[in-house]
């Protein structure tokens, strides 16, 4: 992707947002956590293409879908045993 296709950036951003049910206040909670000095309606307005933003800020706000993905898509993964070493009844 050039540094021209900040629009393409967006709409792909806000597919993934989309399809995980993400509200542009929980990316911009999650992109506010890891150090991003934008507010919350420059993130909105940003994520709806309103704005152009330089390609770090995009890409904090990408880093932060991502994140969130990996959050919401590890969640419901089936245990190892492994993991439930602190049970009695394992075996």
Not at 63 to 82: K, M
């Amino acid at each position: 992707m050039g540094a021209g296709n900040h629009g393409e950036q967006y709409a792909l951003t806000f597919e993934v947002m989309r399809r995980l049910s993400l509200s542009s206040e929980e990316v911009w909670m999650h992109y506010h956590s890891m150090g991003g000095c934008l507010e919350a309606f420059e993130v909105g307005a940003c994520l709806h293409g309103l704005v152009r933003l330089p390609a770090v800020d995009r890409d904090m706000i990408a880093h932060a879908v991502n994140e969130l993905y990996d959050d919401i898509c590890r969640g419901g993964r089936a245990p190892y045993s492994t993991e439930l070493v602190d049970r009695p009844h394992d075996e």
